[in-house]
């Protein structure tokens, strides 16, 4: 799979999501997919450690940006994965 695709053409992955996954070093589909959601989440996070980052809009974004898919259709069981993942159930 080509995974060269720059953010903005991903699902999920508006100008203020993009911008704030370029900070960390994401610039890309496959800089995101290296990385991995909670990972990129984690470190967003440590950039706004005072602003609530709603997991929907962030950690399931990225899952679904890179599946192809809105971030509410990755499924539930995924969903628990990610939220273990950033310590969180």
């Not at 992955?13 to 890309?28: C, D, Q, T, Y």
């Not at 589909?29 to 290296?34: F, G, I, R, T, V």
């Not at 990972?39 to 962030?58: D, F, G, Q």
Request: aromatic share 8%; with cysteine.
């Amino acid at each position: 799979m080509n995974r060269s695709r720059p953010l903005e053409d991903l699902t999920n992955i508006g100008p203020k999501i993009a911008e704030r996954l370029n900070e960390i070093g994401v610039f890309s589909e496959a800089d995101l997919a290296q990385l991995g959601p909670a990972e990129a989440y984690r470190k967003i996070r440590l950039n706004y450690p005072k602003e609530t980052l709603p997991v929907c809009y962030y950690l399931y974004s990225f899952e679904g940006a890179l599946r192809d898919l809105h971030w509410d259709k990755i499924g539930e069981a995924r969903k628990k994965e990610l939220l273990r993942a950033i310590g969180r159930s």
